[in-house]
């Protein structure tokens, strides 16, 4: 088990969320930022879907009330066992008693804590992910508070107990470069036109990716309202409410775009103008507000090549972190199997 010392509503028990039910209205959920989730569970020989805490109001603090093996991936918070600083993307074994506390990031917006075999709530609908738009799913369908007890899955303490310093992961070679393009400041995600990309104006598609995009005091994990140059259509359209997802960006009548996010609506009316890919969702949870944002054109064959090598570096993350943790048996000289 573990214990919730200090924590914000908006932190929250999360996967990387419930497929296959849009048609009926439930949308995806799960962690803002699924690439830090998967990797942190990698790291401890977690399933990837193993559901973690996403923290996004700090500080936040929890106990262990036995050996654990923990994982802290996501924003670049001061993170502490007890009064040992940890560095960012840290993996290692808590022994019963230890607190560990996160503090305000000094970049990003969002950490994700991964325990040895994942946050053990009731699935629903397949999923651990908290909705809290809708109140269900993760612990009691909320956010977590104070006192709250999460009860863990096995082999909770497995894997680390031969390194007590524990281990980490460079995030730089993690994340990658934020982009070709993009100023300082910036945060840079690539796009891939959408459905009414071509009813804007030449203007306004020339604006989309010209102009850096603030992210407003309005965003949450249902979406996020940008501010920047006004996005006019050519001419009035008349839509049906259609399927939406993670990534979509619309635009209102209002001009501003908003991006849906992790706890997307499953259907709208406004105009979409792009479509965020995949392999940069992830970026867009650790955007703090005030940052701005900037959009880059690419093609379906970048989307899916961008998404293939970020597969790539989880494997071999995932193979790194085995024989960190001596979970893999290594040949004897002699060649032959231990």
Not at 88 to 98: F, H, K, Q, S
Not at 283 to 298: C, K, N, S, W
Not at 317 to 337: C, F, N, Y
Request: aromatic residues 6%.
């Amino acid at each position: 088990m573990i214990e919730i010392l200090s924590t914000g509503a908006a932190n929250s028990v999360q996967d990387l969320g419930r497929f296959g039910y849009l048609d009926a209205g439930v949308g995806r959920s799960g962690a803002m930022d699924g690439l830090a989730l998967e990797i942190g569970n990698r790291m401890l020989g977690n399933v990837p879907e193993a559901a973690g805490i996403e923290v996004t109001l700090f500080p936040f603090r929890l106990r262990f009330d036995s050996a654990t093996a923990f994982a802290v991936t996501g924003a670049d918070c001061l993170v502490r066992l007890n009064d040992r600083p940890l560095p960012p993307w840290w993996a290692m074994r808590a022994e019963a008693g230890d607190v560990l506390q996160l503090g305000l990031p000094k970049s990003g917006a969002r950490a994700m804590i991964c325990i040895g075999g994942g946050i053990d709530v009731p699935p629903v609908l397949g999923s651990r992910a908290t909705d809290l738009k809708s109140g269900w799913g993760g612990f009691e369908g909320r956010g977590l508070k104070r006192g709250d007890r999460l009860a863990l899955g096995p082999s909770a303490a497995s894997g680390l107990a031969d390194l007590p310093a524990g281990f980490g992961i460079d995030p730089t070679e993690i994340r990658g470069p934020a982009a070709e393009t993009g100023q300082a400041g910036e945060t840079t995600v690539r796009v891939l036109p959408s459905a009414e990309f071509a009813d804007f104006t030449d203007a306004a598609r020339d604006a989309l990716f010209a102009s850096a995009w603030q992210l407003t005091n309005d965003a949450n994990r249902q979406g996020f309202r940008l501010q920047g140059p006004h996005l006019a259509l050519s001419k009035k359209l008349e839509l049906f409410s259609h399927g939406i997802m993670p990534g979509t960006v619309q635009v209102p009548p209002s001009g501003q775009p908003i991006i849906q996010l992790a706890e997307a609506n499953t259907c709208g009316g406004y105009p979409k103008i792009a479509n965020i890919v995949e392999a940069d969702l992830w970026r867009l949870a650790q955007v703090p507000v005030g940052r701005a944002i900037r959009f880059v054109e690419i093609d379906r064959p970048a989307a899916i090549a961008a998404l293939r090598r970020q597969r790539a570096m989880i494997d071999d993350i995932a193979a790194l972190a085995a024989l960190a943790r001596k979970d893999v048996k290594h040949p004897e000289k002699s060649g032959t199997a231990e």
